[in-house]
C-alpha cells in the first residue's frame, strides 16, 4: 500500500467518499469509532456512504492559527444531502469572495505527506463545484 | 416546594493584567469581598464550590487554606467557559436541597498573554504514519479538517445562522462589537475601557473571518465571587442586607442534546434554548420583561445567535433586532452593558460569577454611570464549549 487516508472515514477509491457510522436504530450518523449512539442510545451501527457534493452552510477564513498549521485556510460545513461534514475549503482562494454561503461544492482529495516508508497520507477538502 | 435561593453579597476584581498577584491572590481578593458586601464571615458558610481551569487541582481547598479552613465541603467545579455559573448552580442547589443556608461560589482565572486557546502547535511530523484517537487520524486534524481555534469555531456558528436566515455579514458582526467596546468605556472593572470606531474593527487584525481582533474575548485575569442564602436565612438577617440581596428567581445549567451536526460544529443554541425557556418559566417572566441582559460574546459571532436563542427577538431576526438598535444601553433591552467579554474580559472561570454581579449592581441601583435606571429583573447566560450553558435570572428585592 503506498497510500493510506488521513482519517478511518475517508476511503480512497478510484470515487473518493466519506463513509459514516449510521445508527440503525434511528439512522444518526457519526465520523468517530462509536460507544453508543448519543441520540437514541443504539449499539448497532451500519456505515453509510456519504453524497460528494453538498452545500457549505458555513465557513470562517482562519488567519491565525496554532504553530505549524498553515494560513490563511477556509474551514467550514458542507451539507451532504442531510449529514453535516467538516471540512476546510480548498482549490479556490480563501476570501469572502470567492467563498460565499449557501455555495455547492464537492468532495476532493488533497496530499498530507509521505513518510520514512514512502507512505503517502492523503486527506479530503471541498472545492466549488 | 425548594427555598428560594438569595444573594447576599457578591463581588469581582477589575478584570485585567494583575502581574503581581496569583489565582489565590485573585480568588482571595473576590471571596473576601463578597464576605464583605454580604456582612457575614467565612464562619457562616456551609459550603464551597470553586472554579478555576488553569491553576492545577483542588483550588477550592488551596483558597481555604488562605481564607479559612472552616471543614464545610469543598466542590472543585470545571465546565469550560461556564465554570463560574456551575459553580453558582452548584451552591444554589445545595441551599435548595435544604442540607445548608449558607454557601459561597468563586470563580478565577489567570489568562493575561495566553494567547488562542485551544489548537495545540502542530507536533513534528516524520517516521511512520500511524492511526491515532477515535477518527483514526495519521497526523493531526487542526488545520486540515476544519479548525479547533476558539475565534474560528465560534465564526462558523454566527455565520450559519447567516446561512439559515440571510442579512448577516461582517459589518454587522463588526457592529456588534462596536456596542460592546462603546459600553465598556462605562465600567471601570473592564480590562479594556477603549472605543473603537467599526473602521477600526473592520480594519484590525484578522483572526477567522469574520472575527477580527477587537471582536474577541480578551484573555485577562479575573475573580469573581457570591455568597447565597435561603429566604428563610434571609428574613433572620438585618433590613440592609434584606434591602441589598437579590433574589435568583431562575437557575439553570444545561449540556447540548443531540442534533444533527453537532459534532461536526458545536450546537450552542439548543442547549441555550432549553436554558432559557425553562428560566422564564421558573422565574414566570417572559423576555420583554427584562431590563438587561449579560450574555456570553465569547466573539462577535455568538453574541448575535443569543439574541435569538434567549428569546429576546423573533426566531431569526437576530440582525433586524441588533440594527433597530435594541441591544445599546439606551435600548429596549440592553444587552452586555458591562463591556461583554470582548472588552471587559474573559478569565474563563470567573465569567459566570462576574456576568451574574454585573446583572445584580445594577438590580442594586450601584452600577453609578453605567446604570441602567430603575432595572428590576436581568439575566446573566454564559456558554461553555463542550457544552455547557448556565442561564440565571436575578430579581430586586421588594422595595
Known amino acids: ?129 | 416546594m425548594a427555598e428560594n435561593v438569595w444573594i447576599l453579597g457578591i463581588d469581582m476584581t477589575r478584570f485585567g493584567r494583575h502581574k503581581d498577584k496569583d489565582t489565590l491572590d485573585l480568588g482571595s481578593e473576590a471571596a473576601l469581598g463578597a464576605l464583605r458586601d454580604a456582612g457575614v464571615g467565612i464562619g457562616d458558610i456551609g459550603v464551597l464550590a470553586a472554579g478555576n481551569l488553569i491553576g492545577g487541582n483542588g483550588f477550592g481547598q488551596l483558597l481555604q487554606k488562605q481564607i479559612g479552613q472552616t471543614g464545610i465541603p469543598v466542590y472543585n467545579v470545571a465546565n469550560a467557559c461556564a465554570t463560574g455559573a456551575t459553580a453558582l448552580r452548584v451552591v444554589v442547589m445545595a441551599i435548595k436541597s435544604g442540607e445548608v443556608d449558607t454557601g459561597l461560589a468563586v470563580g478565577v482565572e489567570k489568562l493575561s498573554g495566553a494567547g488562542l486557546l485551544t489548537g495545540n502547535a502542530r507536533k513534528e511530523e516524520g517516521g511512520h504514519w500511524v492511526r491515532d484517537g477515535r477518527y483514526g487520524a495519521v497526523a493531526p486534524l487542526d488545520g486540515r479538517v476544519g479548525t479547533e481555534i476558539m475565534p474560528g469555531v465560534f465564526a462558523q456558528i454566527g455565520m450559519e445562522y447567516g446561512y439559515k436566515y440571510g442579512g448577516v455579514d461582517f459589518e454587522l458582526f463588526a457592529r456588534i462589537s462596536e456596542k460592546n467596546h462603546a459600553h465598556s468605556t462605562l465600567n471601570p472593572k473592564a480590562a479594556y475601557q477603549k472605543r473603537f470606531t467599526l473602521d477600526e474593527i473592520m480594519n484590525d487584525v484578522m483572526i477567522a473571518y469574520p472575527n477580527t481582533r477587537p471582536m474577541c474575548s480578551a484573555n485577562c485575569d479575573g475573580a469573581a465571587a457570591a455568597v447565597l442564602v435561603s429566604e428563610t436565612k434571609l428574613r433572620t438577617l438585618s433590613l440592609e442586607q434584606q434591602r441589598r440581596a437579590v433574589k435568583i428567581s431562575a437557575s439553570v445549567l444545561t449540556s447540548d442534546p443531540w442534533t444533527e451536526g453537532c459534532q461536526v460544529l458545536p450546537d450552542i443554541n439548543t442547549l441555550t434554548r432549553r436554558a432559557a425557556t425553562t428560566a422564564y418559566e421558573q422565574a414566570g417572566i417572559g423576555p420583554a420583561d427584562l431590563d438587561l441582559v449579560e450574555l456570553h460574546d465569547c466573539f462577535a459571532t455568538a453574541e448575535l445567535v443569543h439574541y435569538d436563542n434567549l428569546g429576546l427577538c423573533e426566531p431569526g431576526g437576530a440582525a433586524d433586532f441588533f440594527r433597530s438598535g435594541a441591544t445599546w444601553r439606551d435600548g429596549s433591552t440592553p444587552v452586555n452593558v458591562s463591556g461583554g467579554l470582548q472588552s471587559k474580559g474573559h478569565p474563563v472561570s470567573a465569567t459566570g460569577i462576574a456576568n451574574v454581579w454585573e446583572v445584580a449592581t445594577h438590580l442594586r441601583g450601584e452600577a453609578g454611570p453605567r446604570q441602567i435606571e430603575g432595572a428590576r429583573v436581568g439575566l446573566a447566560h454564559v456558554i461553555g464549549l463542550g457544552s455547557a450553558c448556565g442561564v440565571h435570572v436575578l430579581e430586586r428585592a421588594a422595595a
Not at chain 1, 444518526?28 to 460507544?35: E, L, Q, V
Not at chain 1, 498553515?70 to 482549490?91: L, Q, W
Not at chain 1, 455555495?103 to 503517502?120: F, K, Q, Y
Open chain 1, 1 to 129: 500500500m503506498s497510500r493510506m487516508p488521513l482519517v478511518d472515514y475517508l476511503v480512497l477509491d478510484d470515487e473518493p467518499h466519506l463513509v459514516a457510522a449510521e445508527c440503525t436504530a434511528c439512522g444518526a450518523r457519526y465520523f468517530d469509532r462509536r460507544s453508543a449512539c448519543a441520540h437514541c442510545g443504539g449499539v448497532e451501527f451500519g456505515s453509510a456512504d456519504v453524497p460528494t457534493e453538498g452545500v457549505l452552510t458555513t465557513f470562517t477564513i482562519v488567519q491565525f492559527a496554532a504553530a505549524g498549521v498553515e494560513v490563511p485556510f477556509v474551514a467550514g460545513v458542507v451539507d451532504c444531502g442531510g449529514t453535516s461534514v467538516r471540512g476546510n475549503v480548498v482549490n479556490t482562494p480563501p476570501d469572502p469572495e470567492h467563498v460565499t454561503l449557501g455555495m455547492r461544492v464537492r468532495l476532493t482529495t488533497v496530499p498530507v505527506g509521505t513518510d520514512s516508508a514512502g507512505i503517502e497520507a492523503v486527506g479530503y477538502g471541498f472545492e466549488p463545484v
